[in-house]
């Protein structure tokens, strides 16, 4: 078997995580070591792994691997990566690579963005996010998919939470948990839907999305359960009308978490929507296509008017037109297939 | 050399400048000398790449039929792939030759401009214009002298990623890498005229910049979009086919009746309207000024406002298609050639007279493309950028050696840029005052030795020979108020006597600052001599009409050259030298602003458009943002509809709790059990005495009323 990259690449940080967690709290140098190092690794990781993509013959799902966990249930451990997933896999092992440089914080006061309070339980939370952005990215099984994507935006709370801006961090952490975690449950909704169709059309339990593209949802169904599906989550790439939790986060958030924010957790969900929701449900995407290119369009207008208000403090609103562009971009390519 | 060789040395042509952006942004910006080292190495090298390119290109027999270009795929979309290429016609071999000669000026310029050599400053800091040091000579006199720009290498860096982008603009083969360039210098625009960003008029014109070159550019993408849809192709050598070109003109828009070219053409016009500042978006413009001189010469004279006028003349073909559209282009550039110049009049900032000057002369050249004066055009384009460059390196020239009155005297009210200060610095300057001549004359079109003269009088011909008599009266009169107020800028600045101590003691600007001066001047004085119309009096084909013929061949059906006639002959004669004759009659006795009779405030004031647009469209915009969008929309209605779910769930909540779990689960089966358990204990324990008799009693009872059961039971069953 060859060598397994992209559960490597998945769980090194969940594993860096734990060992820093079992470190002493006072040794804040060597767990930031701990830190880049795990980062680094993984940077390098991605990076030889979208050089093999690149090299190879860029077609399809490669490194694919699989491991029984549910059998009966049709629940697999299946990773695999294409020609979309793989440079956001590499975006993702240089945000976690950057961020962990910009929280360095040493006692310079004029690096702001370093965190000097308890950077063990920041880095282990950041790495546990990290780890659940990239198994989304390689996650092939839809439950797994749901499974990593809980695991990236739980730690997001914590971390808004506790490091923060100190006046509105925890109402911007309870508001974004809450936001998104509705968001995943209408699109588990979805998602079980077309796993339990998919049981009633070919008799087969899985959740693999690879299956799952073959099994033949009606085009009425794929109308009725696109829209969930896409917006559930779609609320975390930010779409307008659903976007307003982010302004709010990313204002309490601490830089390196900001970035991974901005960076790739809100790639995380336009690649679901794409993955899940345009993938799987192709007729749908093309039915709701024209919803989709409102929803954007009012981004981009809306999200620029709001960014040059006059005395706005807070200069990630501006942040908000960039939202749209991942699911527009999902309408207009589905507006012309 | 062969032409595969030029076709490969064209990709590399664009590249030094953006290594020495990576290079001093990333290594050297420490070091000043280094930063400037590379930066101007790596524009030598563009330049010296350039004119092999333009020395091959004009030594090939029908170069317009075998271009230097070449193409690679880039973006695959879907089937077919966005391509990037370099394509070096008659058209951009020429611009190609003044971009690099004026950037590589421009770039050493700089050296001396921003003061290198000099002493870091006393009280300088990064994000304002150097204060001047103090140092003590070897008698212990205490003097204070220009000190360096603490934000040098930044600037060698930014200027690089400016000649990069304008690079890419000239060799791209395709309006998509065009397009590219084009931002990229909206880019560096931006930085660079907000380079002084410690002041807030340098950053509000940054912005203001930005924002109304935006409007241009968003009708130019939406252009390339159109473009792109009704041909499926973005190469110009692809668009410019016969077949394209008809389809294109065939095809109707939908909108005000225009044929797809009209329309594409409209909408890339409305880029370069943008960009090369022309009316109604010209407002940005001089406020740019803003920026250091070189940024002023560079970006905003020689070559970001002239790739504006580049793409529409590189999108003729298509614009000329339709009438409609040719008609609005002439009109906007001659309307803006007028309106721009008697606006100039009235200006006191030397930079700002220049500043609306160019808008002047780019209108000139915009109303020659709609007039289809093709050739007229470019040719106004090259002239005008080599003494336009040069005149805004001579008012740096001049600015610097006023500052340097202005660190003698220590008075630092004095604006060193308000001509109402200067006056008789042609005694103290000599070189920028001979080369300074010399721009301003081309600027005027003094007859003959200039280029300027040759170009637009070319202009002026084109126009009248076709019968757009309109055009061509309101272009005679842009081109008489254009001598008078360079005239009079001349006069204010180096005519007469000092009118300040500190004009007194201006002094002459080193040798990196004169230099460019010296070599800008020559070519405008030359850079006409290639173009003189052939059926001229007296010179008229002594020297072949070598630019005609070049640039002419671009297009596919070679421009006629236009008949001789006298009138505009005449014409640009009386209104260049009466221009230049009145301007210094009325100015050569004006010592203040109080004396110039033409100070009329509708012309002071711009004929107020900062103040009409501020009402119409910035204050509208600020408020709909504020109130609409963010506080009704954002925080009211979304926010709104948010917060209501905490307090919704919350009611239902209670609700459940108060009008169901309470009352009924908790009374009945929580509470409600328990309190029947000790209710039912409670009314039993008077039965638990403890007394021997009664519990004898009782069982007695029980036993007979059992018994009595039991038998009544067992008897009946």
Same mark, same amino acid.
């Given at each position: 078997m060859n060598f397994p990259i992209l559960s490597v690449i998945t769980f090194l940080p969940m594993f860096a995580a734990a060992i820093m967690l079992m470190m002493p709290a006072n040794r804040k140098n060597e767990t930031r070591a701990v830190a880049l190092a795990a980062a680094s690794l993984d940077l390098l990781l991605s990076g030889w792994l979208y050089l093999q993509y690149l090299l190879g013959d860029m077609t399809g799902y490669q490194f694919i691997e699989q491991y029984n966990w549910l059998p009966a249930l049709g629940i697999n451990l299946k990773f695999g990566v294409d020609g979309m997933s793989t440079p956001l896999v590499l975006l993702t092992g240089i945000v976690m690579f950057t961020g962990v440089l910009i929280s360095w914080g040493d006692e310079d006061p004029h690096v702001k963005a370093g965190i000097q309070d308890r950077p063990r339980e920041f880095f282990a939370f950041l790495f546990l996010l990290a780890g659940g952005v990239f198994g989304v990215f390689v996650s092939l099984d839809l439950f797994m998919l749901f499974f990593f994507y809980e695991i990236a935006v739980f730690p997001m709370y914590l971390l808004i939470a506790i490091w923060g801006w100190v006046k509105t961090r925890e109402y911007a952490a309870m508001k974004l948990t809450l936001y998104l975690f509705i968001g995943s449950v209408v699109a588990l909704v979805g998602a079980l839907a077309m796993y339990w169709t998919q049981y009633q059309n070919t008799g087969v339990l899985s959740f693999d999305m690879i299956q799952m593209e073959s099994a033949g949802f009606s085009a009425t169904f794929q109308y009725i359960w696109f829209l969930p599906v896409f917006l559930g989550f779609a609320v975390l790439g930010g779409i307008w009308p659903f976007h307003n939790w982010s302004p709010d986060g990313h204002v309490a958030a601490p830089t390196a978490v900001s970035m991974f924010h901005a960076g790739v957790l809100m790639k995380l969900g336009a690649f679901a929507a794409l993955r899940v929701g345009v993938m799987l449900l192709p007729e749908g995407a093309k039915q709701w296509a024209w919803l989709l290119m409102i929803f954007a369009a009012v981004a981009v207008v809306y999200g620029a008017f709001i960014a040059f208000r006059p005395n706005r403090h807070e200069i990630h609103d501006r942040l908000l037109v960039r939202f749209a562009y991942g699911p527009g971009g999902a309408g207009r390519f589905h507006a012309q297939p | 050399m062969t032409h595969e060789f030029v076709t490969n040395l064209v990709w590399f042509i664009p590249l030094p400048p953006v290594i020495a952006f990576a290079l001093i942004v990333l290594f050297t910006n420490k070091s000043k000398v280094l930063s400037h080292t590379v930066a101007i190495s790596a524009a030598f090298l563009s330049w010296l790449g350039a004119m092999i390119v333009f020395w091959n290109a004009i030594k090939v027999e029908h170069f317009a039929e075998e271009p230097f270009a070449s193409s690679i795929n880039w973006l695959p979309t879907g089937d077919t792939w966005l391509k990037i290429g370099v394509l070096i016609d008659p058209l951009s071999a020429t611009v190609l030759f003044f971009v690099a000669w004026t950037v590589l000026m421009i770039f050493l310029y700089s050296v001396g401009y921003h003061n290198f050599g000099q002493p870091a400053g006393d009280h300088d800091h990064a994000g304002l214009p150097p204060h001047g040091a103090t140092v003590t000579d070897d008698l212990g006199h205490k003097h204070t002298v220009l000190s360096i720009e603490p934000m040098y290498s930044r600037f060698f860096a930014f200027i690089s990623l400016f000649a990069f982008g304008m690079l890419t603009l000239v060799v791209s083969d395709n309006i998509l890498t065009l397009f590219v360039g084009w931002e990229i210098m909206g880019l560096c625009s931006y930085l660079l005229i907000g380079f002084w960003y410690g002041k807030e008029s340098a950053r509000n014109a940054a912005i203001k910049a930005f924002m109304t070159t935006r409007i241009g550019d968003v009708f130019m993408l939406l252009g390339i979009a159109f473009l792109y849809s009704v041909t499926g192709t973005l190469s110009f050598r692809e668009i410019f086919t016969e077949e394209i070109l008809h389809t294109l003109a065939s095809v109707?828009?939908?909108?005000?009746?225009?044929?797809?070219?009209?329309?594409?053409?409209?909408?890339?016009?409305?880029? =370069? @309207?943008?960009?090369?500042?022309?009316?109604?978006? *010209? @407002?940005?413009?001089?406020?740019?000024? %803003?920026?250091? +001189?070189?940024?002023?010469?560079?970006? !905003?004279?020689?070559?970001?406002? $002239?790739? #504006?006028?580049?793409?529409?003349?590189?999108?003729?073909?298509?614009?000329?298609?339709? %009438?409609?559209? &040719? =008609?609005?282009?002439?009109?906007?550039?001659?309307? =803006?050639?007028?309106?721009?110049?008697?606006?100039?009049?009235?200006?006191?900032?030397?930079?700002?007279?220049?500043?609306?000057? +160019?808008? $002047?002369?780019?209108?000139?050249?915009?109303?020659?493309? /709609?007039? !289809?004066?093709?050739?007229?055009? @470019?040719?106004?384009?090259?002239?005008?950028?080599?003494?336009?460059?040069?005149?805004?390196?001579?008012? /740096? $020239?001049?600015? *610097?050696?006023? %500052? *340097? #009155?202005?660190? *003698? +005297?220590?008075?630092?009210?004095?604006?060193?840029?308000?001509?109402?200060?200067?006056?008789?610095?042609?005694?103290? &300057?000599?070189?920028?005052?001979? =080369?300074?001549?010399?721009? #301003?004359?081309?600027?005027?079109?003094?007859?003959?030795?200039?280029?300027g003269f040759w170009s637009k009088d070319e202009i002026l011909a084109d126009a009248f020979g076709h019968g757009h008599t309109l055009i061509f009266a309101t272009l005679a009169f842009a081109a008489f108020l254009t001598a008078f107020y360079t005239m009079r800028q001349i006069t204010l600045t180096f005519l007469g006597e000092p009118r300040t101590q500190e004009a007194e003691h201006a002094h002459e600007t080193p040798w990196t600052m004169t230099a460019p001066l010296v070599v800008l001047s020559f070519f405008a004085v030359t850079y006409g001599w290639v173009g003189i119309p052939e059926h001229f009096p007296l010179l008229g084909g002594l020297v072949p009409n070598w630019f005609h013929e070049f640039v002419g061949s671009t297009l596919a059906e070679h421009p006629e050259a236009v008949e001789f006639s006298p009138w505009p002959l005449i014409t640009s004669l009386v209104v260049a030298l009466g221009g230049l004759g009145l301007g210094w009659l009325v100015y050569r006795n004006v010592n203040s602003p109080a004396e110039d009779k033409l100070q009329f405030s509708l012309l002071k004031n711009k004929y107020y458009f900062d103040e009409i647009y501020d009402v119409i469209f910035v204050k509208p915009a600020y408020w709909l943002a504020e109130n609409v969008i963010y506080k009704f929309m954002d925080q009211g209605v979304i926010d709104g509809i948010l917060h209501a779910f905490g307090p919704t769930t919350g009611g239902i909540g209670s609700a459940i709790r108060n009008y169901f779990d309470v009352p009924f689960i908790n009374q009945f089966i929580g509470d409600g059990s328990a309190d029947a358990t000790y209710w039912i204990g409670k009314n039993l324990r008077p039965i638990q005495t403890g007394r021997i008799q009664q519990y004898l009693i009782l069982s007695l009872i029980l036993l007979f009323v059992v018994g009595g059961l039991v038998y009544y039971i067992l008897t009946l069953a």
């Open positions: - | 109707p828009s939908g909108v005000f009746g225009l044929s797809a070219a009209g329309l594409i053409g409209l909408l890339l016009f409305i880029g =370069t @309207v943008g960009k090369s500042a022309q009316f109604p978006l *010209h @407002v940005w413009l001089p406020d740019a000024m %803003e920026g250091p +001189t070189p940024v002023s010469a560079m970006i !905003h004279a020689a070559t970001m406002v $002239s790739a #504006g006028v580049y793409a529409v003349i590189r999108m003729f073909p298509i614009i000329s298609l339709d %009438e409609k559209t &040719m =008609t609005v282009v002439a009109f906007i550039g001659a309307f =803006t050639a007028l309106f721009a110049a008697t606006i100039a009049v009235a200006q006191n900032d030397i930079k700002r007279v220049l500043a609306y000057s +160019t808008i $002047s002369q780019l209108g000139f050249m915009i109303a020659a493309l /709609g007039i !289809h004066a093709y050739v007229a055009a @470019v040719f106004h384009l090259v002239t005008h950028a080599f003494f336009k460059a040069l005149l805004f390196l001579g008012s /740096g $020239s001049v600015i *610097h050696g006023m %500052e *340097h #009155g202005v660190l *003698h +005297t220590g008075n630092h009210k004095v604006d060193p840029q308000d001509m109402f200060n200067m006056g008789g610095l042609r005694k103290k &300057m000599p070189i920028t005052f001979w =080369t300074f001549l010399i721009g #301003g004359f081309a600027l005027s079109g003094f007859p003959i030795v200039t280029a």
